[in-house]
């Protein structure tokens, strides 16, 4: 633990996960996500990748606890990615699910640009403590940058939410 923020050891089992999602304010996912258009069903891989866990059963993991974050970031490809029935998709039902703000990508996304995109939304999310208005200035940061690709890779996190003004934190 190094100024508030909690580092977890061991497997990234589903229990391992749902354990390091109650009661904290803030859960950051780095691992792999893919979606499946034909079930309408996003997953994540755990355990090394041996573990595939769809939203449905991630999303009923989290409606359990008994304090939810009030924000998932999925650094993880298509954890964003819908179908056309309402609620398809990792971000979505994690909402449902009770958690104020999510943040998550709809396509395949770069590692390097992963890690500038979350450092440049941490850099403005903790100060202020309004999550839409981090993630729209790390999006435009990707937008503005010089890398082959960023034109389009700003485009790829999206941000779904039920607060007030975006308030996070206060």
Do not use: K
Not at 42 to 53: H, N, P, Q
Not at 68 to 83: D, M
Not at 143 to 154: L, T
Request: some cysteine; aromatic content about 10%; charged content about 25%.
């Amino acid at each position: 633990e190094a100024r508030g923020f909690r580092f977890r050891d061991g497997a990234t089992s589903l229990d391992n996960l749902t354990a390091a999602l109650d009661g904290v304010h803030i859960f950051h996912f780095l691992g792999h996500g893919e979606y499946d258009a034909r079930a309408e069903t996003a997953s994540l891989y755990l355990e090394g990748e041996r573990l595939r866990v769809d939203d449905a059963t991630i999303a009923a993991r989290v409606q359990g606890l008994d304090a939810p974050p009030r924000l998932i970031f999925l650094a993880s490809c298509e954890t964003a990615s819908t179908g056309a029935a309402p609620f398809t998709g990792l971000a979505r039902r994690l909402v449902r699910a009770r958690v104020p703000a999510v943040v998550a990508m709809q396509e395949l996304l770069d590692m390097t640009v992963a890690r500038t995109l979350t450092a440049e939304f941490y850099r403005h999310l903790l100060p202020e403590g309004v999550v839409d208005r981090a993630l729209n200035r790390a999006r435009n940061m990707l937008f503005h940058s010089y890398r082959q690709n960023w034109d389009r890779d700003w485009a790829i996190p999206v941000l779904y939410m039920w607060l007030p003004e975006g308030r996070l934190l206060r």
